[in-house]
C-alpha cells in the first residue's frame, strides 16, 4: 500500500480497523477495498472477519466500487477467493489479484490501473474527493 | 559417497516445560494457525494414486527416471524439515503455542516424506526405487543444499534458522514441485499432482508462519542487527537460487524444460522472500512462468483478474448473486 504512494495521487487511504473493540471504519465516499485472503484454502473463510464487519456496514457498502484481492497460488482454487466472494456480493467488479504483498510489477499495475479507474469515475460521480 | 548424515551437533531442546494453556494466548496467530493446519490434514492414502498406473505405463524411461530423481530430492528436504528443521525451531519459539505447531508441522513434513514412498509404492518397481535414492545420495547439488540447510539449522541464531526454514519451505521445493504441475497440465499423473497439491497447500502455512515469525522476532533486535538479518537472507537465497541452477540442470536439461524450471524457481524465490517480509529480488520478466503451471497450481490464478489491463475480457457483471444485508451479519 505504501509503496503505491496513492497520496501523490490524490487517493485517499484508510485502514480498516484489527480489532473488534476499535472505533469501526465509516467510509461515506467511492472507495475500492483491497483485501487479503484468509482461511489457508478454505473458501468459507476467505474474507477476513474485519473486512466483514466493516461490509456489514450498509453505508459502507453502498460506495465500494470494486475490490483488490491478495492471495497464494499455493492454495489453489482458493486463490485470491476473499476478491471474488466481495465482487458476487456487492456486485462490483474484481479489478486485480496479486500474490502475498505484492511484486514490484504488482504495485504499478494497482497504482496506475486505479488512477484510471477513478479518473473514469469522476465524470459518473461528481461528488468524488 | 557416504548417505546424508546429520546433525553433527546435538540440537539444543526447551529448557523448561511448563502445561500449554491453549485458553491464555500470547499471540493469537499461533491457534488461528493451529487450527488451520490442524483442519488441513490429510493422508497420502486418501488420494487414489493407483488411477495414475496407466497414464504412468504410457510415459518413456527417461520421464520415469526424471519423476523419481524428483520425488527422492523432495523427500529428502521434507525429511530434512521434518526431523531437524521444524524441529530445531522449537527452543527458539516464543510462546508454549509456537512450540505446538512446530511440532505439528515437522509431523506433516513426515506425513509428506511418506507420501513420495507411497506414490513409489503404487507406481514403480524396487529397482527403480533403489535407483532413485541412490542418485539421490550422488547428486552434489542435491547433497549441498541440504548440507546449506542443515547448517544452519544446528547454528546459534534462532532468526537465520527461520529464514533458512523459510527458504526451504517457499522456495527450495520449487525445482521439485515443478513437475508434478507440468506433467498434470498434460493430463499425466493427475492424481499424483493432487497429493503434490496438498503438500504445496501445506508449505504455503508453513512458510507464512514461520517467516510471520521471523518478521516479529526482527521487532526484538536494533537496526544493525536488522539490516545484517536483511543482508544475510538476500545472500543465502542468491547462494541457494545458483545451487538450484545447477540442480535444476542436472534433472531437466535432458527434457528440455531447464528454462522453464527457472523461471518458476525466481517466481517462487520472491514469494520466500515476502513471506519473509522482503520485497522482491527478481524481475518480473524473468518471472514470467508458463501459465500452464500456473493454472496446475491454481485455476483461478487467470488473466482475469487483471481487469486494469483490459486483457482480462470474462469479468461479466451478471455473474453477481443476489445479497442483503444478512450476507454481511456474522
Given at each position: 500500500?505504501?509503496?503505491?504512494?496513492f497520496?501523490?495521487l490524490?487517493?485517499?487511504?484508510y485502514?480498516?480497523?484489527?480489532?473488534?473493540?476499535?472505533e469501526?471504519?465509516?467510509?461515506r465516499?467511492?472507495?475500492?477495498?483491497?483485501?487479503?485472503?484468509?482461511?489457508?484454502?478454505?473458501?468459507?473463510?476467505?474474507?477476513?472477519?474485519q473486512v466483514k464487519?466493516?461490509?456489514n456496514d450498509?453505508d459502507?457498502?453502498a460506495w465500494?466500487?470494486?475490490?483488490?484481492a491478495?492471495g497464494?497460488?499455493?492454495f489453489g482454487?482458493?486463490?485470491?477467493a476473499?476478491?471474488?466472494i466481495v465482487?458476487?456480493k456487492?456486485?462490483?467488479?474484481?479489478?486485480?489479484?496479486f500474490e502475498l504483498?505484492?511484486?514490484?510489477?504488482d504495485v504499478?499495475?494497482?497504482?496506475?490501473g486505479?488512477a484510471?479507474?477513478?479518473a473514469?469515475?469522476?465524470?459518473?460521480e461528481?461528488?468524488?474527493? | 559417497?557416504?548417505p546424508?548424515?546429520v546433525?553433527?551437533?546435538?540440537?539444543?531442546?526447551?529448557?523448561?516445560v511448563s502445561?500449554?494453556?491453549?485458553n491464555?494466548?500470547?499471540d493469537?496467530k499461533?491457534?488461528?494457525?493451529?487450527?488451520r493446519?490442524?483442519g488441513?490434514?490429510?493422508?497420502?492414502?486418501?488420494?487414489?494414486?493407483?488411477?495414475?498406473i496407466?497414464?504412468?505405463?504410457?510415459m518413456s524411461?527417461e520421464?520415469?527416471?526424471?519423476?523419481m530423481?524428483?520425488f527422492?530430492g523432495?523427500t529428502?528436504?521434507?525429511?530434512?524439515q521434518g526431523?531437524?528443521?521444524a524441529?530445531?525451531?522449537?527452543?527458539?519459539?516464543?510462546?508454549p503455542?509456537?512450540?505446538?505447531?512446530?511440532?505439528?508441522?515437522?509431523f506433516?513434513?513426515?506425513?509428506?516424506a511418506?507420501?513420495?514412498?507411497?506414490?513409489?509404492?503404487?507406481?514403480?518397481?524396487?529397482?527403480?526405487?533403489?535407483?532413485?535414492f541412490?542418485?539421490?545420495?550422488?547428486?552434489?547439488?542435491?547433497?549441498?543444499?541440504?548440507q546449506i540447510?542443515l547448517?544452519?539449522?544446528?547454528?546459534?541464531?534462532?532468526?537465520?534458522?527461520k529464514?533458512?526454514?523459510?527458504?526451504l519451505?517457499s522456495?527450495?521445493?520449487?525445482?521439485?514441485?515443478?513437475?508434478p504441475?507440468?506433467?498434470s497440465s498434460?493430463?499425466?499423473?493427475?492424481?499424483?499432482?493432487?497429493?503434490i497439491?496438498?503438500?504445496?497447500?501445506?508449505?504455503?502455512?508453513?512458510?507464512?508462519?514461520?517467516g510471520?515469525k521471523?518478521?516479529?522476532?526482527?521487532?526484538?533486535?536494533?537496526?544493525?542487527?536488522?539490516?545484517?538479518?536483511?543482508?544475510?537472507?538476500?545472500d543465502?537465497l542468491?547462494?541457494?537460487y545458483?545451487?538450484?541452477v545447477?540442480?535444476?540442470?542436472?534433472l531437466?536439461d535432458?527434457?528440455?524444460?531447464?528454462?522453464?524450471?527457472?523461471?518458476?524457481?525466481?517466481?517462487n524465490?520472491?514469494?520466500?522472500l515476502?513471506?519473509?517480509?522482503y520485497?522482491?529480488?527478481?524481475?518480473?520478466?524473468?518471472?514470467?512462468?508458463?501459465?500452464?503451471?500456473?493454472?496446475s497450481?491454481?485455476p483461478?490464478?487467470?488473466?482475469?483478474h487483471d481487469?486494469f489491463?483490459g486483457?482480462?475480457s470474462s469479468?461479466?457483471?451478471?455473474k453477481?448473486?443476489?445479497?442483503?444485508?444478512?450476507?454481511w451479519?456474522?
Open positions: 500500500m505504501e509503496s503505491c504512494r497520496d501523490e490524490n487517493i485517499a487511504t485502514r480498516i480497523p484489527l480489532r473488534a473493540g476499535d469501526p471504519l465509516a467510509i465516499e467511492p472507495y475500492v477495498l483491497i483485501v487479503p485472503t484468509y482461511g489457508g484454502g478454505v473458501v468459507a473463510k476467505a474474507v477476513p472477519p464487519r466493516f461490509l450498509p459502507n457498502r465500494i466500487r470494486g475490490v483488490i491478495s497464494n497460488t499455493n482454487e482458493a486463490y485470491g476473499a476478491g471474488r465482487s458476487a456487492c456486485k462490483v467488479p474484481l479489478l486485480f489479484t504483498m505484492g511484486t514490484p510489477e504499478r499495475k494497482t497504482r496506475d486505479l484510471r479507474f477513478f473514469q469515475r469522476q465524470s459518473h461528481p461528488h468524488q474527493h | 559417497m557416504a546424508i548424515s546433525p553433527r551437533k546435538p540440537l539444543k531442546l526447551i529448557d523448561r502445561a500449554i494453556n491453549w491464555k494466548l500470547e493469537e499461533d491457534l488461528e494457525v493451529w487450527d493446519l490442524t488441513n490434514f490429510w493422508l497420502p492414502e486418501k488420494v487414489p494414486v493407483s488411477n495414475d496407466p497414464s504412468w505405463q504410457a524411461e520421464e520415469h527416471t526424471l519423476t530423481r524428483v527422492t523432495l529428502l528436504l521434507d525429511t530434512i526431523t531437524v528443521g524441529v530445531s525451531l522449537i527452543p527458539d519459539a516464543l510462546t503455542h509456537e512450540e505446538a505447531v512446530y511440532t505439528n508441522i515437522a506433516m513434513e513426515s506425513v509428506h511418506k507420501s513420495y514412498s507411497s506414490i513409489f509404492s503404487t507406481l514403480c518397481s524396487s529397482e527403480q526405487i533403489d535407483a532413485a541412490a542418485w539421490s545420495e550422488e547428486n552434489e547439488y542435491l547433497q549441498k543444499k541440504a540447510v547448517d544452519y539449522y544446528e547454528g546459534d541464531s534462532p532468526l537465520k534458522r529464514v533458512a526454514s523459510t527458504l519451505e522456495f527450495l521445493f520449487y525445482s521439485g514441485f515443478y513437475l504441475m507440468y506433467f498434460h493430463a499425466k499423473l493427475t492424481n499424483t499432482a493432487d497429493v497439491r496438498l503438500i504445496i497447500r501445506d508449505e504455503a502455512v508453513h512458510g507464512y508462519y514461520i510471520y521471523y518478521q516479529r522476532g526482527l521487532e526484538l533486535v536494533g537496526d544493525a542487527k536488522r539490516e545484517e538479518l536483511r543482508e544475510y537472507t538476500y543465502l542468491n547462494e541457494l545458483d545451487n538450484e545447477e540442480y535444476t540442470e542436472s531437466y535432458g527434457v528440455g524444460l531447464t528454462e522453464d524450471v527457472e523461471k518458476f524457481l525466481r517466481y524465490g520472491n514469494k520466500a515476502m513471506n519473509l517480509g520485497p522482491a529480488l527478481f524481475p518480473a520478466e524473468i518471472c514470467d512462468v508458463n501459465p500452464a503451471i500456473i493454472a497450481l491454481s483461478n490464478a487467470d488473466e482475469n481487469f489491463s486483457s482480462g469479468y461479466v457483471m451478471g453477481a448473486e443476489e445479497t442483503d444485508d444478512e450476507d451479519d456474522f
